[in-house]
């Protein structure tokens, strides 16, 4: 079994590649355009999640609605 990494050597390991990438295009785009990139598409994807819980809510309202005829 490997030893488990505290979160401190963690950021030791990765402190090196950090500095790598930073410096790296990646298909000629910056790090910082994939960053905000991957922001967007993760506020998209809560945004989805938020629509979702309001629609099941909305269903099961009017499921209830429906069985007290």
């Known amino acids: 079994?490997?030893?488990?990494?505290?979160?401190?050597?963690?950021r030791a390991e990765l402190v090196p590649l950090r500095a790598q990438l930073d410096g790296l295009p990646l298909m000629q785009r910056p790090v910082t355009v994939h960053q905000q990139e991957v922001r967007a598409i993760r506020?998209?994807?809560?945004?989805?999640r938020a629509n979702l819980a309001?629609?099941?809510a909305r269903i099961e309202?009017?499921?209830k609605g429906r069985d007290r005829r």
């Open 1 to 10: 079994m490997p030893n488990a990494l505290t979160r401190d050597d963690l």
């Open 43 to 48: 506020n998209d994807i809560a945004s989805i």
């Open 61 to 63: 309202i009017i499921e």
């Open 54 to 56: 309001t629609l099941a």
